[in-house]
């Protein structure tokens, strides 16, 4: 193979493929594609780590292994100080005339046991010791919620009935209960017969206590002590400082640890993100907010634990046609259903600030509020530590008052941020000020680019991906190495490098699902058009047919900017009808069903390369007839915004095209910006050499070139959009913008 071949690399990655296809830009050909195709890192039923039923397999080993530990360490007590011999301890469970355990539990609060019986109690409490609590706050949890409830219940009926121990309570309950209680032990996934740790430990102390009153040898002290540190015996439950060592080290401050994410610091940071972030569309105007309405949000915010955006309207006194462009709205979605979502929520101040106001006092609370230092020391404990004793004696090290420890004691947090508290504070001002996350590093002094760079090498290392948690992300970009490695290994290295990630891939199992359900109900409506356009003309429809047909359903069998009826026999009369981007797509380059209306030939040969409003909205009374027409019509929340929007300016136009044309997620910025700064590409006068390419883009591409996605056929249409996203270079979409514009223009000359 030719060594000194100049070609690019388009990758199409996916969650369970990677498409690949080499070009050669010397002779413009394709020379070489495939797909790589592996599995999903996730059980496709419910979205579970894979490594969970080996985790939870694992778990229990562990379980029956130190229990057996435990148990080997009983009977050798049990041979030792001569309460049986080992031949007797060997056939202690095979003597059907020794009285069972739970009879012998309660037979020995009023008489002396038989050294059998005894042997039998001792390893039976061993074995199943009960359940002990390591935080206050473990109740809250759905299962340990569901075994202390049961535990307390069982406390209480030993009470009533006058029972000594836990053991005989159980006992009695079983024998003189109808159905209700069948079993002396739980079954799988019941929680009835629960008890504590704590109380099965006095039981133990009442038997030895009552056996040494009747005189029996096996109950000494010594061995009573002897066998509460075997029972007692346990491993730390967790370890603060080896957690500690797991906690990643921020993005920017080397060698600092991250932040945790419920602490004070991180969930400003979030909030001023998110207003940052925030517009409010209205009648397709687009606004940022103003620093008052920014002010009562932040107001808000720390004082309710969540912000929903329904709030979030009445806060802000909007009118009811204004919208926030952070949520899509749906034709099928009542407005108030997507706006009862979280917007924000300083949920980890509210908790500590409620506690310490229960605790302690209010007047306390707003005392220590603005010591930022302390809160964050406090949430990361609560974030790190496991025990209540552990949470205790790492809060007192870093000299949290005693009244503040034990008010906060039953609180626990997860996760953590990817910065640390150092660089949020250097951050944080500059987004207070308004500037955009990426404007705030940049002013903060932090260069986002620089964190990738490094050595260079011939082929690309393993992807250093500790930032990035979701396991179907990590698989699927290792999966994309070895491909660029392997197609170095044959073709040296490439010029550049161009992507398309699946929109879906950053996404949550649940967020996949629903996409999945909406890609397929849209195949079953085209489908189900294709079939009624067939049966009525007796002909497979074209692309367009479908469209023109979906579209004049959609509007009522009306052309969007006349509100003119148009007829099934004129609608596909040659000219007659067309289907026009609202937005010309020459500037904004969206091909979505979004920006797509059918209208009659005339009128859009008439609008041009304009929007509707430039194009009739000076004649008053014509724009209020098409207004109150959108807005009563069944069209989607987007497609209302573009019929109606009265401005688009060119920074606006710009925003649009770099949307639609190139991929800006968060995991595409880190997959371009690791393999530039880390892979060594072959010597050539382009400056850019990793492209991250949106999926809009493909799929306008292959319209103009004819391709088609047949998904039936397997898996080969990803080798196909691999191919499209290698040759989709800034040039070419140039010349589809000039393309578009001039015959957008053309309609307009020939309508003059």
């Known amino acids: 193979m030719d060594k000194e071949l100049n070609y690019a690399i388009g990758l199409d990655i996916g969650i369970t493929s990677v498409g690949w296809a080499v070009v050669n830009l010397d002779l413009n050909r394709i020379e070489d594609l495939g797909v790589r195709i592996f599995n999903a890192a996730e059980n496709p039923k419910d979205g579970a780590s894979l490594a969970l039923p080996r985790r939870l397999a694992r778990g229990r080993r562990r379980l029956l292994r130190r229990r057996a530990y435990r148990l080997k360490r009983v009977k050798r007590l049990i041979v030792e100080k001569n309460i049986l011999t080992q031949n007797q301890l060997d056939n202690l469970f095979k003597d059907n005339n020794i009285c069972s355990v739970w009879e012998a539990r309660v037979k020995g609060l009023d008489s002396k046991l038989t050294n059998e019986e005894w042997a039998k109690i001792l390893i039976n409490l061993c074995k199943r010791r009960g359940f002990k609590s390591n935080r206050k706050n473990e109740a809250k949890e759905k299962e340990a919620g569901a075994i202390i409830s049961s535990i307390n219940k069982n406390i209480e009926i030993m009470k009533e009935n006058n029972s000594r121990t836990i053991g005989e309570c159980i006992y009695k309950r079983v024998k003189e209960s109808d159905d209700a209680y069948k079993a002396l032990r739980n079954k799988y996934g019941e929680y009835t017969m629960c008890t504590s740790r704590g109380i099965i430990r006095e039981e133990i102390n009442i038997l030895f206590e009552k056996q040494r009153s009747f005189g029996a040898e096996f109950a000494s002290s010594e061995i009573e002590d002897m066998y509460l540190e075997i029972f007692d015996s346990q491993r730390p439950y967790s370890d603060f400082d080896k957690l500690e060592k797991f906690v990643g080290y921020c993005t920017f401050e080397k060698g600092v640890k991250r932040a945790p994410k419920k602490c004070i610091s991180a969930e400003e940071f979030v909030l001023y993100d998110n207003i940052n972030k925030l517009s409010i569309v209205c009648d397709g105007e687009k606004r940022k907010l103003n620093n008052k309405e920014r002010d009562l949000i932040v107001k808000e915010a720390y004082n309710k634990k969540e912000i929903k955006y329904s709030a979030l309207r009445k806060l802000l006194n909007l009118d009811e046609n204004s919208r926030f462009s952070t949520l899509t709205y749906s034709i099928d979605k009542d407005v108030s259903k997507t706006e009862n979502t979280k917007f924000v929520s300083l949920s980890g101040y509210y908790e500590i600030k409620r506690a310490i106001e229960k605790g302690i006092s209010k007047e306390y609370w ?47 947090f997860s996760k953590f941020n990817n910065l640390s508290v150092k660089a949020i504070n250097k951050i944080l001002p500059f987004m207070k000020e308004g500037f955009q996350y990426n404007e705030a590093c940049e002013k903060a002094g932090y260069d986002f680019k620089a964190i990738y760079k490094g050595e260079k090498f011939k082929k690309l290392p393993v992807i250093d991906i500790h930032e990035i948690v979701n396991p179907v992300v990590k698989r699927a970009l290792a999966q994309s190495r070895k491909v660029v490695n392997a197609i170095i290994d044959k073709y040296d290295s490439p010029i550049r490098i161009n992507i398309e990630l699946a929109r879906e891939l950053s996404k949550n199992f649940k967020d996949r699902k629903a996409i999945e359900k909406e890609q397929k109900e849209n195949r079953v409506e085209i489908e189900k058009i294709r079939t009624e356009l067939k049966d009525l003309f007796g002909k497979e429809p074209t692309y367009s047919e479908v469209l023109k047909y979906r579209l004049w359903q959609m509007q009522n069998c009306e052309c969007a900017y006349s509100q003119q009826q148009i007829g099934i026999n ?143 056929d397997g898996d080969k249409h990803h080798a196909l959009d691999a191919a499209v996203v290698a040759v989709a270079t800034q040039g070419l979409v140039q010349k589809i913008s000039k393309y578009s514009k001039a015959r957008e223009l053309r309609g307009i000359r020939e309508s003059d």
């Not at 010591?371 to 025990?387: E, H, Q, S």
């Not at 030939?601 to 409003?613: L, M």
């Not at 095209?657 to 382009?686: G, P, V, W």
């Open 366 to 412: 707003n005392e220590i509020k603005n010591n930022k230092d302390m809160l964050n020391n406090i949430a990361y404990v609560l974030t790190l530590g496991k025990t209540d004793k552990e949470i205790e004696e790492q809060l007192i090290k870093r000299n949290i008052d005693k009244k503040i420890i034990e008010s906060v004691i039953d609180i626990s």
């Open 570 to 712: 004129e609608l596909f009369s040659q000219g007659y009808c067309e289907i026009d981007h609202i937005i010309p797509f020459s500037r904004c380059f969206d091909d979505s069903l979004s920006n797509k209306v059918l209208v009659l030939g005339k009128e859009n040969q008439r609008k041009g390369n304009r929007t509707p409003f430039e194009y009739f909205g000076d004649n008053i009374e014509r724009w209020n007839r098409f207004e109150v027409w959108v807005k009563g019509s069944h069209l989607n929340y987007k497609k209302k915004t573009n019929l109606l929007k009265k401005k688009v300016s060119k920074e606006e136009e710009r925003e649009w095209k770099a949307r639609n044309l190139q991929d800006t997620k968060y995991i595409c910025k880190y997959i371009a910006n690791y393999i530039n700064n880390k892979l060594k590409f072959k010597e050539s006068d382009r400056k850019q050499k990793v492209i991250t390419i949106n999926g809009r883009a493909t799929s306008i591409l292959r319209g103009y070139w004819g391709l088609t996605k047949i998904r039936e």
